[in-house]
Nanobody, 122 residues
Framework: QMQLVESGGGLVQAGGSLRLSCAASGRTVSGYAMGWFRQAPGKEREFVAAITGSGGSTYYADSVKGRFTISRDNAKNTAYLQMSSLKPEDAAVYSC???????????????WGQGTQVTISS
C-alpha cells in the first residue's frame, strides 16, 4: 500500500503562486506515474497534470498549461505542483494520485491522497 499526503494549500490572491507537495510513504514512487486532480464544490473532479515515473514526460490540462508545473523528486518520494498566475477558477481541493499509467483518467490511478484546499481571493 502507498499513502499519499498533500500539503501546501492555502489562501492566495489572484495572480499569486503556491507550491503543492505530495509526499508518499509505504512504496517507492519511482515506479508510478503521478497525477494531480482538483475538485471544486458542485463540480466533477478535473484532471490537472500528470508526470511519468521517471519525470521525463509531463501532461497538462489546457486550463493550466503555461501556469502550472508538475515535477517530482523520486529521492524524496515526493511530487510537486507549482501553481502560478492563479485565477479564482483554480480554487478547489487538489489531490495527488499514483498509478501505473500516465493519464488524465482518474480511474487509472490506484492510490489517492486526501487533498489540500486551495482558495483564491480576487
Amino acid at each position: 500500500q502507498m499513502q499519499l499526503v498533500e500539503s501546501g494549500g492555502g489562501l492566495v490572491q489572484a495572480g499569486g503562486s503556491l507550491r503543492l507537495s505530495c509526499a508518499a510513504s509505504g512504496r517507492t514512487v519511482s515506479g508510478y506515474a503521478m497525477g494531480w486532480f482538483r475538485q471544486a464544490p458542485g463540480k466533477e473532479r478535473e484532471f490537472v497534470a500528470a508526470i511519468t515515473g521517471s519525470g521525463g514526460s509531463t501532461y497538462y490540462a489546457d486550463s493550466v498549461k503555461g501556469r502550472f508545473t508538475i515535477s517530482r523528486d523520486n529521492a524524496k518520494n515526493t511530487a510537486y505542483l507549482q501553481m502560478s498566475s492563479l485565477k479564482p477558477e483554480d480554487a478547489a481541493v487538489y489531490s495527488c494520485a499514483a498509478g501505473g499509467t500516465y493519464s488524465r483518467n482518474p480511474r487509472l490511478y490506484t492510490y489517492w491522497g486526501q487533498g489540500t484546499q486551495v482558495t483564491i481571493s480576487s
